[in-house]
Every structure is written in C-alpha cells, then in structure tokens.
T-cell receptor
Framework: EAGVTQFPSHSVIEKGQTVTLRCDPI?????LYWYRRVMGKEIKFLLH????????ESGMPNNRFLAERTGGTYSTLKVQPAELEDSGVYFC??????????FGSGTRLTVV | DAKTTQPPSMDCAEGRAANLPCNHS???????VYWYRQIHSQGPQYIIH???NNETNEMASLIITEDRKSSTLILPHATLRDTAVYYC???????????FGKGTMLLVSP
C-alpha cells in the first residue's frame, strides 16, 4: 500500500506570506494527524481529524493555522500569515483503529 | 498520557543487540507502551507496541516488566541503519494522540 504522502517536501517563504501544506493519508484511514517539530524542540501534536471532522485541535498554536480535510480524504494545513517561529518540520500521519501511526516524510518549512 | 523517561543517548556495536530502556512508572491499566523511531530527515516510524505481554515482530522485541512500570526495546542485531532517535510512548488504545518526549539517540557503530 502507498504510504502517507506530503507535499511539498520543502518550502521557503517570506514572513507574512501564506503557505499551504498537503497530506495524502493511506487510503481508507479515517484518522489523520498533524504534528510539527520546531528547531531544537520535541515533536508536538497539532490536530486530529476523524474523517472530515476535527476531533482534537488543542495543539494548534494560534488562529494563523487552518487545517481542512474536505471529503475525509487528503488534508491541507495553511499558515497565514507565516511568522519566523513557524519554521520547522510538519509531519502528517494516518491510522485506522488503534494501531500504530504511519507518518509521512514531512514538509520542512523555512520562514525568512 | 503517562510520562516516560529514557536515557538521552546510547551506543551499540553493529551486529550486537541494542537494548533501549524506558521507565513509565505512572502508566495506567489501559495504557499501552508504543515505540517509534525517527531516522534523520524522515518521519517517525512505528516499531512495536504492547500492553503487558512481551511482543516480537520483524523489527524488534518489546519486554514489559510484570508491574508494567518499565520496558525494554530490543533490536537483536543492530545495523548502521538502526541509528535513530527512539521514542517510548504510552497511550490509551484508540484514537488518542502521541506525546513525544526527547527519546534516546541510538548510535550504531561499525
């Protein structure tokens, strides 16, 4: 089966610009998660979708971040406007049931 | 989720067994022990999980103490490609999120 796919793999944008990250989960996985690691810090949870519904968005840092999962398939994470502290690696993961997650390779976001 | 404690780093010679410890003394009865690893520049990778019995799969073995307050991940024949940060995580079976700590940086050397 195809794994979790994330686009783009790298993105460099200027402060104040908008960036949209995309995640394609494993087909049939109802659960989709976003995590991120900022430089020198631990991997942190951002939010969790069950199908198209946001199950838990307690980790979203502020209202500059907007996540969507239309139709319960792929998901997008938009950062608008981007700030320097948003730089880091954004990971998407999917799962079905309580099994282990499958993570994507991540999107490395650099805000300059 | 219960908190876990892991050594910050470990070394292992290639071909030898790597034994990575984890303390989770506040684990609840319905919490499982999960292990993930992150190889440089890749996303975290699921390795194994267990509740109270020892588990083995193609990647590793998981030994959980009888009181469930600690566990050990065993890579029976470590290779250079096993160099990674290994995370021990406890969580309730189901849809709850993963809480990553600092993990153990395992360096496998020739």
């Amino acid at each position: 089966e195809a794994g979790v796919t994330q686009f783009p793999s790298h993105s460099v944008i200027e402060k104040g610009q908008t960036v949209t990250l995309r995640c394609d989960p494993i087909s049939g996985h109802d659960n989709l998660y976003w995590y991120r690691r900022v430089m020198g810090k631990e991997i942190k949870f951002l939010l969790h979708f069950v199908k198209e519904s946001k199950q838990d968005e307690s980790g979203m840092p502020n209202n500059r971040f907007l996540a969507e999962r239309t139709g319960g398939t792929y998901s997008t994470l938009k950062v608008q406007p981007a700030e320097l502290e948003d730089s880091g690696v954004y990971f998407c993961a999917s799962s079905q049931g309580g099994r282990g997650y499958t993570f994507g390779s991540g999107t490395r976001l650099t805000v300059v | 989720d219960a908190k876990t404690t892991q050594p910050p780093s470990m070394d292992c010679a290639e071909g030898r067994a790597a034994n990575l410890p984890c303390n989770h003394s506040t684990i609840s009865g319905n919490e499982y022990v999960y292990w993930y690893r992150q190889i440089h520049s890749q996303g975290p990778q699921y390795i194994i999980h267990g509740l109270k019995n020892n588990e083995t799969n193609e990647m590793a073995s998981l030994i959980i103490t009888e009181d469930r307050k600690s566990s050990t991940l065993i890579l029976p024949h470590a290779t250079l490609r096993d160099t990674a940060v290994y995370y021990c995580i406890v969580r309730v079976w189901g849809y709850s999120t993963l809480t990553f700590g600092k993990g153990t940086m395992l360096l496998v050397s020739p």
